[in-house]
């Protein structure tokens, strides 16, 4: 099953959340990075790192050069979505496994111990 635009929202978000940048500043940004795009793989594959960093600079994301330090894994996030390489994520919430959630998000680029606890927590709901 596929992640919904929401889902794959709140993984951008998590995402975000990083870098001593809390998940409330991250979540503020919400509307605007659904505004902007950032849901729907097609709006960010295929820009380069610049492009989707000046967009998150559109969406308040605008944290000097830590904002084109991630805007490269947004990319990677993306492309893993659009390859279907993250619908299982579907599967495991519905499940309530962690462990394997945990184990298809690891694989993307950007996802460490602490966003891969608040993607976890974010799409559990």
């Avoid at 975000?16 to 709006?43: H, I, M, Q, V």
């Avoid at 979505?81 to 496994?97: C, F, I, N, Q, Y």
């Amino acid at each position: 099953m596929k992640l919904n635009q929401n889902q794959r929202l709140n993984l951008v978000i998590a995402m975000l959340a990083t870098y001593s940048y809390s998940l409330e500043k991250a979540w503020a940004l919400r509307e605007k990075l659904a505004e902007l795009g950032f849901a729907d793989p097609k709006t960010v594959v295929g820009k380069d790192a610049g492009e989707v960093g000046n967009l998150m600079k559109a969406a308040g994301y605008d944290r000097g050069g830590i904002t084109y330090i991630i805007a490269p894994r947004v990319i990677t996030l993306m492309e893993a979505v659009k390859d279907g390489e993250l619908d299982g994520l579907v599967k495991a919430v519905k499940a309530k496994s962690e462990s394997q959630f945990c184990e298809t998000l690891v694989k993307v680029k950007g996802f460490g111990p602490k966003s891969l606890q608040l993607a976890w927590e974010l799409l559990k709901n």
